[in-house]
């Protein structure tokens, strides 16, 4: 069966610092990748996607990148953290040429203080 | 362009009531229909689908009709109860290249009570 996997589940960093989430699928090949942000009191909006190894899409301008470097992994990062970088960021994977459902890691929780 | 409008939260119900949660859809063409649920403290589970018109999900008591006439796939459950208490999310997926991204709406988050 497929898993995902997210870490840490949660973060506490200062304003400035680095960040490093990681988001690793298990149990099936080439899925499409999804790194999803909740900010407190919003809904979810959603930040990159990854068809393939080395294939990021943004969908919205910021300070965060995501990097895909192997066919199961997928990475989000910042040089430098803002206080409004803070939320609980998501990981979703989702089997090509299906209707759209997508299937969650268990979250990571950023604080940026 | 693409959007889901949920009604605002929070919906506080005694155990045993009726739920409904409203959605509403804007989206070019046929996009499919979603409804998450998210527990306190953890990722967004599936809870059910549909793919087209007057398609009915169900799962775990829910239930929602994708209504094409009304834009509309409201979340019901005949008899909430306390382990319900989550918040759910409603979500469309639409991919005119053959990458489909889902976009949500906000959540209502539920409060059932004993």
């Known amino acids: 069966s497929q898993t995902i996997h997210q870490w840490p589940a949660t973060l506490v960093q200062p304003v400035g610092s680095p960040l490093s989430l990681e988001c690793t699928v298990e149990g099936t090949s080439n899925p499409n990748l999804y790194w999803y942000r909740q900010a407190a009191g919003r809904g979810l909006q959603l930040l990159f996607y990854?068809?393939?190894?080395?294939?990021i899409s943004s969908e919205v301008p910021q300070n965060l990148s995501a990097s895909r470097p192997q066919d199961r992994q997928f990475i989000l990062s910042s040089k430098k953290l803002l206080l409004s970088d803070s939320g609980f960021y998501l990981c979703?994977?989702?089997?090509?040429?299906?209707?759209?459902?997508?299937?969650f890691g268990e979250g990571s929780r950023l604080t940026v203080l | 362009g693409n959007s889901v409008t949920q009604m605002e939260g929070p919906v506080t119900l005694s155990e045993e009531a009726f739920l409904t949660i409203n959605c509403t859809y804007t989206a070019t063409g046929y996009p499919s229909l979603f409804w998450y649920v998210q527990y306190p403290g953890e990722g967004l589970q599936l809870l059910l689908k549909?793919?087209?018109?007057?398609d009915k999900g169900s799962n775990k008591g829910f239930e929602a009709t994708y209504r094409k006439e009304t834009t509309s796939f409201h979340l019901e459950k005949g008899s909430v109860q306390v382990s319900d208490s989550a918040v759910y999310f409603c979500?469309?997926?639409?991919?005119?290249?053959?990458?489909?991204?889902?976009?949500f709406g906000t959540g209502t988050r539920l409060l059932v009570s004993p």
């Open positions: 990854s068809v393939g190894i080395g294939q």
């Open positions: 549909a793919t087209k018109a007057d």
């Open positions: 979703a994977w989702r089997r090509g040429a299906t209707t759209g459902e997508l299937f």
């Open positions: 979500a469309l997926s639409r991919g005119d290249t053959g990458f489909q991204k889902l976009v």
